[in-house]
């Protein structure tokens, strides 16, 4: 056991290029950002646990955990809190069946910059993923067993997948144990975790826009439907997807090599078949919000398209050059959306023992 106060901080993540054709095993672009969730452990000597999530607003929680990894807390939990503290108990269990007990801890999140400050929205930036690799990150160095950085994905992936269920490509775990920008091939199954994560540099004259548009949406139930689509028309499916595989194997290799207007045109090729994509599974991938901000990212010059799963959410706009960029900042500033400060975040996590205990 760490006799410190051992800090952890990890991106969120940004899906650039791939959304849907990652799940059929394609490269999806992804980017790794500078919001971080920032996990810190300090050690408790009575076998207490005690969490404290500031940005949530949950009162202190205290508990001990038994062999097994499960929790038995001092008092009685409300469903809402327990549900808050669903995905951070089935870590600890996690971490506990793998690496023997745990002890006594106190356990400090803050997953602030994942959330909307005046809304409370949360955005939809990986930030189980960031928890995941932070929380995992903290407790592995708490208990003397640090994590390489060549096995942190794939330990993560597998954390993840526990606390998650069997969901999720590994995109966002990958972009926040790794950093920087990436194409990212999910692992064929949990039993052959060969996922491919090649690092890329940032071409010179790509300048991107991140873009909230007001509202979340849901990954889960759009993944869904996209699979009853799949489900029950496979030959519409196939053919629609081959097309999205396609340009998002061209899309990573434009990237790669620097071919700007390239990539520009597969954004747009890509937008399209997420909106054909959508209208034949009934789900509002492209919706409305994201039509109407499209429309004057291109009336501005540049080109856009949804982060991630769509309908809400966020978007990217993308341009060759900083006078267009600039453009687009004013022309979204003076409507009803808004402009995010999302950068590259060129590292992925990083752990810092903060106070020597005497």
Same mark, same amino acid.
């Given at each position: 056991?760490?006799?410190?106060?051992?800090?952890?901080?990890?991106?969120?993540?940004?899906?650039?290029?791939?959304?849907?054709?990652?799940?059929?095993?394609?490269?999806?672009?992804?980017?790794?950002?500078?919001?971080?969730?920032?996990?810190?452990?300090?050690?408790?000597?009575?076998?207490?646990?005690?969490?404290?999530?500031?940005?949530?607003?949950?009162?202190?929680?205290?508990?001990?955990?038994?062999?097994?990894g499960d929790a038995h807390f001092r008092t009685t939990l409300s469903?809402?809190?327990?549900?808050?503290?669903?995905?951070?108990?089935?870590?600890?269990?996690?971490?506990?069946?793998?690496?023997?007990?745990?002890?006594?801890?106190?356990?400090?999140?803050?997953?602030?910059?994942?959330?909307?400050? #005046?809304?409370?929205?949360?955005?939809?930036?990986?930030?189980?993923?960031?928890?995941?690799?932070?929380?995992?990150?903290?407790?592995?160095?708490?208990?003397?067993?640090?994590?390489?950085?060549?096995?942190?994905?794939?330990?993560?992936?597998?954390?993840?997948?526990?606390?998650?269920?069997?969901?999720?490509?590994?995109?966002?775990?990958?972009?926040?144990? #790794?950093?920087?920008?990436?194409?990212?091939?999910?692992?064929?199954?949990?039993?052959?975790?060969?996922?491919?994560?090649?690092?890329?540099?940032?071409?010179?004259?790509?300048?991107?826009?991140?873009?909230?548009?007001?509202?979340?949406?849901?990954?889960?139930?759009?993944?869904?439907?996209?699979?009853?689509?799949?489900?029950?028309?496979?030959?519409?499916?196939?053919?629609?997807?081959?097309?999205?595989?396609?340009?998002?194997?061209?899309?990573?290799?434009?990237?790669?090599?620097?071919? #700007?207007?390239?990539?520009?045109?597969?954004?747009?090729?890509?937008?399209?078949?997420?909106?054909?994509?959508?209208?034949?599974?009934?789900?509002?991938?492209?919706?409305?919000?994201?039509?109407?901000?499209?429309?004057?990212?291109?009336?501005?010059?540049? #080109?856009?398209?949804?982060?991630?799963?769509?309908?809400?959410?966020?978007?990217?706009?993308?341009?060759?050059?900083?006078?267009?960029?600039?453009?687009?900042?004013?022309?979204?500033?003076?409507?009803?959306?808004?402009?995010?400060?999302?950068?590259m975040c060129p590292t992925g996590m990083e752990v810092v023992h903060?106070?020597?205990?005497?």
């Amino acid at each position: 056991m760490q006799e410190s106060t051992i800090c952890v901080k990890s991106p969120g993540k940004l899906i650039l290029l791939g959304e849907y054709a990652v799940l059929e095993h394609a490269p999806a672009l992804v980017t790794a950002i500078n919001r971080h969730c920032v996990v810190k452990i300090s050690p408790l000597y009575n076998s207490t646990f005690q969490i404290r999530t500031g940005n949530l607003n949950l009162p202190e929680i205290q508990f001990t955990l038994d062999s097994e990894g499960d929790a038995h807390f001092r008092t009685t939990l409300s469903d809402k809190t327990e549900r808050q503290l669903r995905f951070v108990l089935s870590m600890l269990k996690y971490v506990t069946q793998r690496n023997g007990k745990i002890p006594g801890a106190s356990i400090e999140i803050d997953t602030a910059p994942f959330y909307h400050k #005046t809304t409370g929205h949360k955005f939809g930036l990986g930030s189980s993923a960031a928890l995941t690799v932070s929380l995992l990150s903290a407790l592995m160095e708490y208990l003397n067993k640090h994590i390489e950085q060549e096995d942190l994905y794939r330990e993560a992936y597998l954390a993840h997948r526990h606390a998650q269920g069997k969901l999720g490509s590994g995109t966002d775990i990958a972009a926040s144990a #790794t950093g920087g920008v990436m194409s990212y091939t999910m692992p064929e199954s949990i039993d052959k975790l060969n996922g491919q994560v090649k690092t890329h540099s940032w071409p010179e004259n790509l300048h991107m826009i991140t873009i909230w548009a007001g509202y979340s949406a849901s990954t889960r139930s759009f993944v869904s439907n996209v699979n009853v689509f799949r489900d029950q028309h496979p030959v519409r499916y196939d053919s629609i997807m081959r097309t999205m595989m396609e340009l998002s194997h061209e899309g990573s290799w434009a990237f790669e090599n620097g071919d #700007t207007d390239a990539f520009l045109n597969i954004v747009d090729d890509f937008k399209n078949q997420e909106y054909l994509l959508g209208q034949e599974s009934d789900t509002e991938i492209i919706s409305d919000v994201h039509q109407e901000i499209f429309r004057m990212v291109r009336n501005a010059g540049g #080109t856009y398209k949804p982060s991630g799963a769509g309908g809400g959410d966020i978007g990217v706009a993308f341009c060759k050059d900083l006078v267009t960029a600039d453009r687009i900042r004013h022309v979204i500033k003076e409507s009803m959306f808004d402009v995010m400060d999302l950068k590259m975040c060129p590292t992925g996590m990083e752990v810092v023992h903060t106070m020597n205990i005497e």
